[in-house]
């Protein structure tokens, strides 16, 4: 059981690029989402699912991507990259049952540079 | 507009002493609150949580307390230990919005031996 996986761990951009951070979770949740944290700002939320099929916006949705075909799955795209988006970024996974609230699960961050 | 603040960047404490990290949080509407630890290089890991139909809630030497009125909680860490050194994050949610958290700055906890 790995829990939450992304890869790349690091990746160095230039201004325009474009590239995909992959998520997986092993844990059958239906719940994902993106993270991002830089300095002095906490984690803030870009982009979460519910499941398969369903994404919607969260905090700081700008300039980024995301589909959920399968439920293990939720890349995140960013189009084309900017300076702004330098940070770390974190992907959580968690169940839904109800309404009853979950603690997320989160992976180990990929750490995103644009030059 | 920062609905969750950390005021505190950093706290040193002494091992074996208490630990007390703070948070405020504005928005009436959050309702569950959880605190989560983060080693460097690492992801956030889940801590401890309370409902806002609590005002205390304990586990082992991590206790948390809220006071609604106040819009205020607090993390105690009783004994504090080397490995509790970390940067601590508070985090809320809307009943509504179950799954979409709130994050504090974070404040980082540093355990003196």
């Known amino acids: 059981n790995a829990g939450v996986t992304q890869t790349p761990k690091f990746q160095v951009l230039k201004t325009g690029q474009s590239m995909t951070l992959q998520c997986a979770q092993d844990?059958?949740?239906?719940?994902m989402s993106w993270y991002r944290q830089d300095p002095g700002m906490g984690l803030r939320l870009i982009h979460y699912?519910?499941?398969?099929?369903?994404?919607d916006q969260g905090e700081v949705p700008n300039g980024y991507n995301v589909s959920r075909s399968t439920t293990e799955d939720f890349p995140l795209r960013l189009l084309s990259a900017a300076p702004s988006q330098t940070s770390v970024y974190f992907c959580?996974?968690?169940?839904?049952?109800?309404?009853?609230?979950?603690?997320?699960?989160f992976g180990p961050g990929t750490r995103l540079t644009v030059t | 507009d920062q609905q969750v603040k950390q005021n505190s960047p950093s706290l040193s404490v002494q091992e074996g002493r208490i630990s007390i990290l703070n948070c405020d949080y504005t928005?009436?509407?959050?309702?569950?609150f959880l605190w989560y630890k983060k080693y460097p290089a690492e992801g956030p890991t889940f801590l401890i949580s309370?409902?806002?139909?609590?005002d205390k809630n304990e586990d082992g030497r991590f206790t948390v307390f809220l006071n609604k009125s106040a819009k205020h909680l607090s993390l105690h860490i009783v004994p504090s230990q080397p490995g509790d050194s970390a940067v601590y994050f508070c985090?809320?949610?809307?009943?509504?919005?179950?799954?979409?958290?709130?994050f504090g700055q974070g404040t980082r906890l540093t355990i003196n031996p």
């Open positions: 959580a996974s968690s169940p839904v049952m109800g309404r009853k609230f979950y603690e997320q699960y």
């Open positions: 844990m059958n949740h239906e719940y």
């Open positions: 699912s519910v499941g398969a099929g369903i994404t």
């Open positions: 928005n009436s509407m959050f309702d569950y």
């Open positions: 309370i409902s806002s139909i609590k």
């Open positions: 985090a809320a949610s809307e009943a509504q919005g179950a799954q979409k958290l709130v």
